[in-house]
């Protein structure tokens, strides 16, 4: 008895003492937590890597910097959804473990790499690609090593799983490099395997976080109809996401990976089913949420039917996923997580709104312009994008800067 009563005490002042060193944290508050630095960085990275993109694509290169089609595609998945991964991960540990954030100067080191991997991928890879590819590779397995180190030292072994495909981020994008420097023939693996990972990131999280959001929300509303707990429907998901993701990476024309997408669609709008997702209309931070996650549905029934019947195009499908359930899911992510770790009200002010607005415009337009090859779509997807991150960077600029205000901690969910 008095051994319980020992481990009880200690583990109270180990939570004080972890709470104490919180609060004295006399750093920059820029670098106080992942989520300001990260957050920011991958708003300001969608809105410059998409403009330089698009220059060159209309044949107007900006200071001869190197961008093609290859660099488009490992930007927006290594460079700015990785950096808000990066951004939800290093917030999410601690709150897993109980232990203390990454921060102050181990974390403006993994900002570093980040931005630095970002510099070379544009000016290192027309001049010097080994070492580009060296510099780029080195920010996605430290955050592995971080991550799995953070997760191990809280003993935290549920969330471990998570770590895995943030490992398999860093495998596709050294598979990337290679395919590039032409040392391993270029099947497409890296990019497919990345939107794969992600996918299956956004759906291990989204599985998590909605559910939970939606029956805070629903329970203050004093709502009979409450989502469904975590079951065999939510493993039987996930399950097909990663053996859809496999066929899609290294057989993405096999009439088994049209079935499985198939089936994998079905699942995912199962899932939602049991959310509730009509029941939360009310709340703009939660129906973005749910929104966001229906992309990934869409995603692989477009996936599927573009292997059975050639329509549409497969740029619709990666489109789905990525503008769709990546950009959504981050935004809605961002806003939310920026304005509960930071004192302020779970609610989705006039900027807010315009963001969700304009990122669901942007998937919707951009789908659209994949499907019916239509420049105009995809013109009108860039305005929506860049609006939506843009009212972000100036919206919350503040809001992750800490810069001239006193915030208090608050409850995120």
Known sequence: MQNETDKLRNSRNETRLRIDARRNYEGWVFFSQGFRPFFLGAALWAIIALALWVFSWFGTPV????????WHAHEMLFGFAVAAVAGFLLTA???????????????????????????AMLVGQATEPTIAAVLDCLFLLTLSAVAFREIAAGQNWRNLRIVVPI??????????????????PDHGFAIRGAVALLVLLVAMIGGRIIPSFTTNALKQRKSAKLPAPSGNTDKLTLLVTLLTGLGFTFFPNALA???FALVCAGLHFLRMSRWCSLHVLFEPMLWILHLSYAWIGIGFALL???????????????????TGAFASMILAVMTRASRGHTGRALQADIATNLIY??????????????IFAGVFYHQLATG??????????????????????????????
């Open 93 to 119: 540990i601690p709150n897993w473990t109980g232990g203390l954030p990454v921060r102050g100067w181990p974390l403006a080191g993994l900002v570093s790499l980040w931005a630095i991997g970002r510099i």
């Open 384 to 413: 929506f994008w860049v609006v939506a991150f843009g009212v972000f960077v100036v919206s919350y600029w503040t809001v992750l800067t800490g810069l001239g205000v006193r915030e208090t901690k608050a409850d995120p969910s």
């Open 357 to 370: 607005a304009c990122i669901t415009l942007a998937a919707i337009t951009r789908v659209f312009g994949s």
């Open 167 to 184: 490992f398999g981020l860093a495998l596709a994008n050294i598979q990337f490099h290679l395919e590039q420097a032409g040392m391993v």
């Open 63 to 70: 200071f001869g910097l190197y961008v093609d089609a290859a």
């Open 304 to 322: 599927s039917a573009h292997i059975l019947f050639e329509f549409p195009t497969l740029s619709a499908a990666i489109h789905a996923f990525t």
């Open 257 to 259: 990976t049209a079935l």
